[in-house]
Nanobody, 114 residues
Framework: VQLQASGGGLVQPGGSLRLSCAASGSIFNIDRMAWYRQAPGKQRELVAS???????NYVDSVKGRFTISRDNAKNTVYLQMNSLKPEDTAIYFC?????????WGQGTQVTVSS
């Protein structure tokens, strides 16, 4: 199985981006997929995920601004990011919960700057 994150880029503060993560290969429960990020000089953190009941969880710093969603037919998970702030600058990765080392991939760079 492979996970490919895409959709990053350079955006001004207050802007929006939509990240996509497509899963290929052996199928697992897409509900286990989640978004992580790693900012320069910081540890990787879990940003958004699904709960077993179908709800969603977010790190406090993105609540109300980011939305995780999925398309089961396409084996794809999305991260809609609105009202972006410079502190959201990071490499964004998709993986599952708990994360598997071989699924990290290169991620997609998000840079929020004026």
């Amino acid at each position: 199985v492979q996970l490919q994150a895409s959709g990053g880029g350079l955006v001004q503060p207050g802007g929006s981006l939509r990240l996509s993560c497509a899963a290929s290969g052996s199928i697992f429960n897409i509900d286990r997929m989640a978004w992580y990020r790693q900012a320069p000089g910081k540890q990787r953190e879990l940003v958004a995920s699904f709960t077993p009941t179908g709800s969603t969880n977010y790190v406090d710093s993105v609540k109300g601004r980011f939305t995780i969603s999925r398309d089961n037919a396409k084996n794809t998970v999305y991260l809609q990011m609105n009202s972006l702030k410079p502190e959201d600058t990071a490499i964004y990765f998709c993986n599952i919960i708990p994360p598997l080392p071989f699924l990290w991939g290169q991620g997609t760079q998000v840079t929020v700057s004026s």
